[in-house]
């Protein structure tokens, strides 16, 4: 079997990956432990190994020992959250998981490096293959137990994320694009996109939400995923962005009359108006093979500057109105010869 060391990056993806500090234990002899990289992106060739360092430090003043172990993990129901269980039986790249040891000692504020091997089958399917090597102080237990193998709590571990050449499937869509509501007066205003990974491979889209205003001139540039999160194959993940800054409105508990002035404000210091045109445009894969967009439309109705401003409107053509009927009324008197002051204001 051909072996060869594979250059590697730290993925964005996932950055906690398991927490890059967690607590071992319980209570005040709670020791931490830090661990590097937090995640590892690599590609390797059938039937070829790979190998990668592992460096943890001990924070703690006492001595700890941690034991090591693999498995597989899946995208999660909550954004950015993998799923995994050490207690279901080994397969796929938790079988090709090497490990120079079952446990590590590390004393007070000691490092360690450890080298983790993957041994790839000359068979394995092409594309993405996702796993997680994982530190646990507690020794893991036979697989199909009611007890995990290693606890959230109580681990920590570095996420791999392995593209297999060969017949790899880049594909993707936008499922779903849409905004944070139906009815605004003002901004900020939140977009959802939800991208679909249709491949076998993860994909890191990247691009920008443009807004168009009614002259069809660009209003704002919106970058999406400037974190580079991943959305693994046949999974969907949500990227969300905002327009526009939350920090600038403010709410009330008052009565409606405050309420009603405080919405006043809030549109006037992030104002908006009209017929707008959202279009999110995404790449992914390599040399951003994958392209997809999606638009939206929308209308921003700042309506309570409208009612205060359409109320002073019409209270000043009120006051013209009065004051033209009093000079007018005055211009006929004098030109019957009757004797009248002039409206104040006119000489």
């Known amino acids: 079997m051909a072996r060869k060391q594979h250059k590697f990056t730290t993925a964005g993806f996932l950055a906690f990956a398991l927490g ?30 790979a190998e990668f360092i592992v460096k943890l430090y001990n924070e703690g003043a006492e001595k700890q020992e941690l034991f090591m172990n693999a498995t597989t993990f899946t995208s999660g129901p909550e954004e ?27 004393e007070p504020q000691g490092r360690k490096e450890v080298t983790v091997a993957i041994d790839v089958p000359a068979d394995a399917a092409p594309g993405g293959h996702y796993g997680v090597v994982a530190f646990s102080s507690n020794p893991p237990t ?17 996420l791999l994320l392995v593209r297999i050449e060969g017949d790899v499937v880049e ?5 779903s694009f849409s905004l944070g509501g139906t009815k605004f007066n003002h901004l900020p205003i939140t977009f959802t996109t939800v991208f679909q990974n249709t491949g076998n491979i993860h ?20 970058p999406m995923n400037a974190n580079k999160s991943s959305t693994l194959p046949k999974t969907s993940r949500t990227y969300t962005a905002m327009w526009g800054t939350s920090d600038t409105v403010k709410t009330t508990v008052a009565n409606a009359w405050a309420k009603f002035w405080q919405e006043y404000s809030n549109e006037r210091a992030n104002y908006g108006f009209g017929k707008y045109t959202a279009t999110v445009a995404l790449t992914a894969g390599t040399a951003n ?9 929308f209308w ?45 204001g006119i000489s």
Do not use: C
């Open 142 to 158: 036979a697989a199909g137990a009611e007890k995990p193998q290693v606890a959230i709590s109580q681990g920590i571990g570095t």
């Open 300 to 344: 921003v109705l700042p309506w309570h500057i409208f009612v205060v401003w359409g109320i002073g409107i019409i209270l000043l053509i009120l006051v013209l109105i009065f004051l033209v009927k009093r000079y007018n009324k005055w211009v006929v008197s004098k030109a019957q010869g009757t004797k009248q002051n002039p409206p104040k």
């Open 20 to 49: 890059l500090i967690v607590t071992l234990g319980s209570g005040s002899s709670a020791h931490a432990i830090t661990i590097s990289p937090p995640s590892i992106e690599f590609t390797v060739q059938p039937g070829n190994q």
């Open 203 to 222: 994909l890191k889209p990247t691009g920008n939400i443009t807004i168009t205003g009614m002259s069809k001139k660009v209003v704002a540039t919106l």
């Open 289 to 297: 093979a994958v392209a997809t967009n999606a638009t939206a439309t």
């Open 80 to 106: 950015g959250i993998p799923v995994y269980d050490f207690s279901a039986p080994k397969e796929d790249i938790a079988t090709w998981v090497k490990l120079d040891a079952a446990s590590i000692v590390l």
């Open 171 to 175: 594909s993707a869509q936008v499922s």
